[in-house]
């Protein structure tokens, strides 16, 4: 495994008034860019204006047109995580502010693949739509829209994800990366998008004098803003400031129990409790059991528990994703142990070995559904740009990949050289700067391989892909506190681009123990007190730990709350373990 460097952030310069701020939570935020107290507020009154989104106008005309002319309109979402709460808020405000004829179709990943192509528009036109509406979703759907106007249904793309050369000819798009937009946030997931296009339609309708036409109460689409915060979190977007604004007020209502009876079921199934969710909650516990459906079943048992109208309904779905996320687990379990076996084969994981600058692997038999985690799992523990494939199906001679990346890389700007200075290698390909999905031949996989090292060696020159932990430096004696440990959990929310608090120092063992076969439990203490802290390191190296012999170490931690029976304590969360 690469050994991660902890380096601590420079001195930034605190927050003019940091005022209700402890001095610890003021330096976090200062280390992440945040210089003035008004850049902390999380009012829904500091979100960008929707009109400010390019498109978003021009899109509540046409919804406001298709619904007073009783149109049949049909979204078409994506399997995963931000697809599933994309497709469910569109459901569901559509039908709030009146719409009369809406359905949903998210096609099976194993049989259409990703986008709306071709056939995934003749299976649409079954439904009869005069409208459809895509959601994460679109931008690179050139000819599935022609065909979609081939049959006279207009399309509507909503989409977060990178435009390629050429836009598909939709009647409108809406999308912050498409080129010309102007919106200053271009890390809106793609339910953040169909989200602000809903606030759109709303005022318009508003506008028309709708509502009262239809005797229709005005919806809060703040009600959906729980689905839109785990969306958000789920796929891992940048959390810049107005994505903070949406996931702290997402929050806010599960918090407080308002959030959607699917989001309360999967909260539980899970063990956590939804009066205390954090942003890692939806990323790591109700993400994952949502995509367990889009990878090993059909997305729409998760967008109908999003969808479920009570506790009851929304509890037998969870169940299900429950077992489809054991099931996905032991799926990967059985895949990252052969992925080791062929890195050990091609000799990158040994300490003292060198890493290539970018790794691909495909294995005949690997879960096209899994790869995307495996990708993940593999880029963590050797920090490169990975490249996960499977075969796209038994009758195919297609591959399907899956990639991510490290910070400095955007791997698809990467494969888009590659398919540049390769003409045909690459069938397809789309995505963003941290995760991208691909087909190409399995004739061509190894020259494609070849041609991903070399193009992330150039993309990478000038950088340092020495893997590092960024640390937000020592802490006093006072600082190791339950109460700040909870001010610090909520002080967020936390997440890419704005990372939880860490801070690293020097411990003296006073016990450890392997738990759960994988799991260092300890016991630390700090050099010259008496104070003790339980901590925990999950995953160790099992050649290094546990070590009788080892007296003193170097750790990077984080300040956690383990909650058990009722009771709360202080543990460290240990994310770099070092033997001094």
């Known amino acids: 495994m690469i050994r991660r460097v902890v380096r601590r952030a420079p001195e930034a310069v605190p927050l003019l008034s940091s005022g209700e701020l402890s001095p610890l939570l003021a330096r976090v935020y200062a280390n992440r860019g945040v210089r003035q107290s008004a850049e902390l507020q999380m009012s829904l009154q500091e979100l960008l204006p929707p009109d400010t989104l390019t498109g978003t106008d021009a899109a509540a005309r046409l919804l406001a047109d298709a619904l007073a002319a009783g149109q049949r309109l049909l979204?078409?979402?994506?399997?995963?995580?931000?697809?599933?709460?994309?497709?469910?808020?569109?459901?569901?405000?559509?039908?709030?502010?009146?719409?009369?004829?809406?359905?949903?179709?998210?096609?099976?990943?194993?049989?259409?693949?990703?986008?709306?192509?071709?056939?995934?528009?003749?299976?649409?036109?079954?439904?009869?739509?005069?409208?459809?509406?895509?959601?994460?979703?679109?931008?690179?759907?050139?000819?599935?829209?022609?065909?979609?106007?081939?049959?006279?249904?207009?399309?509507?793309?909503?989409?977060?994800?990178?435009?390629?050369?050429?836009?598909?000819?939709?009647?409108?798009?809406?999308?912050?990366?498409?080129?010309?937009?102007?919106?200053?946030?271009?890390?809106?997931?793609?339910?953040?998008?169909?989200?602000?296009?809903?606030?759109?339609?709303?005022?318009?309708?508003?506008?028309?004098?709708?509502?009262?036409q239809q005797a229709l109460p005005e919806p809060n689409l703040a009600e959906y803003l729980d689905l839109v915060a785990l969306g958000t979190v789920a796929d891992v977007v940048p959390l810049d400031r107005n994505n903070?604004?949406?996931?702290?007020?997402?929050?806010?209502?599960?918090?407080?129990?308002q959030a959607r009876p699917g989001v309360l079921a999967l909260l539980e199934v899970a063990g956590r409790d939804p009066g205390n969710a954090v942003a890692s909650d939806?990323?790591?516990?109700?993400?994952?059991?949502?995509?367990?459906?889009?990878?090993?079943?059909d997305m729409s048992i998760g967008i109908e528990c999003l969808l479920a109208p009570n506790r009851a309904v929304a509890s037998d779905y969870a169940g299900?994703?429950?077992?489809?996320?054991?099931?996905?687990?032991?799926?990967?379990?059985?895949?990252?142990?052969?992925?080791?076996?062929?890195?050990?084969?091609?000799?990158?994981?040994?300490?003292?070995?060198?890493?290539?600058?970018?790794?691909?692997?495909?294995?005949?038999?690997?879960?096209?559904?899994?790869?995307?985690?495996?990708?993940?799992?593999?880029?963590?523990?050797?920090?490169?740009?990975?490249?996960?494939?499977?075969?796209?199906?038994?009758?195919?001679?297609?591959?399907?990949?899956?990639?991510?990346?490290i910070q400095g890389i955007h791997v698809r700007d990467v494969l888009d050289a590659v398919a540049t200075r390769h003409p045909g290698l690459l069938t397809r390909f789309g995505g963003h700067a941290m995760a991208a999905g691909l087909t190409l031949p399995r004739a061509h996989y190894a020259a494609f391989a070849a041609a991903f090292v070399a193009e992330v060696e150039r993309h990478g020159r000038d950088l340092d892909l020495e893997a590092v932990l960024a640390s937000d430096g020592e802490l006093e004696a006072a600082d190791f506190d339950l109460s700040l440990a909870e001010t610090l959990r909520l002080g967020g929310p936390w997440g890419q681009h704005f990372p939880e608090p860490l801070f690293d120092g020097r411990f003296r063992i006073v016990q450890q123990r392997l738990v759960g076969g994988k799991h260092l439990k300890l016991v630390l203490g700090r050099p010259g007190s008496s104070d003790v802290f339980d901590a925990i390191a999950f995953n160790v190296d099992l050649d290094l730990w546990p070590d009788e012999s080892r007296e003193w170490v170097h750790a990077a931690f984080r300040l956690d709350v383990n909650a058990f029976r009722g009771r709360r304590t202080l543990q460290l969360m240990v994310e770099q373990l070092e033997a001094l």
């Not at 065909?147 to 435009?163: C, E, K, N, P, S």
């Not at 604004?245 to 209502?253: H, N, S, T």
């Open 75 to 212: 979204v078409i979402g994506d399997f995963d995580a931000d697809g599933a709460t994309s497709t469910a808020v569109a459901l569901g405000a559509l039908r709030a502010l009146g719409a009369a004829h809406v359905d949903y179709l998210v096609p099976n990943r194993f049989e259409y693949g990703y986008g709306l192509t071709p056939e995934i528009v003749a299976l649409a036109a079954n439904r009869q739509p005069d409208l459809i509406i895509t959601v994460d979703n679109g931008i690179a759907s050139i000819d599935g829209v022609l065909a979609a106007r081939a049959l006279g249904i207009v399309t509507l793309v909503t989409d977060h994800h990178l435009a390629g050369s050429e836009l598909p000819a939709a009647e409108v798009i809406v999308n912050p990366n498409q080129p010309g937009c102007g919106f200053a946030s271009k890390a809106l997931a793609g339910v953040g998008v169909i989200f602000y296009v809903m606030l759109a339609l709303r005022a318009e309708l508003r506008r028309r004098g709708w509502f009262q």
């Open 244 to 257: 903070r604004i949406l996931v702290a007020a997402g929050l806010q209502r599960i918090r407080r129990g």
């Open 282 to 297: 939806l990323g790591f516990t109700v993400g994952p059991r949502l995509n367990a459906a889009g990878r090993l079943d």
């Open 320 to 405: 299900r994703l429950q077992r489809l996320n054991e099931e996905r687990r032991r799926i990967e379990q059985g895949m990252q142990e052969e992925a080791l076996a062929l890195l050990e084969g091609l000799g990158p994981v040994s300490r003292e070995g060198g890493v290539p600058a970018g790794i691909t692997l495909y294995e005949p038999g690997w879960h096209q559904g899994v790869i995307g985690i495996l990708a993940s799992r593999v880029k963590e523990r050797l920090h490169r740009p990975t490249i996960v494939f499977a075969d796209a199906g038994a009758d195919s001679d297609d591959l399907k990949g899956s990639a991510r990346s």
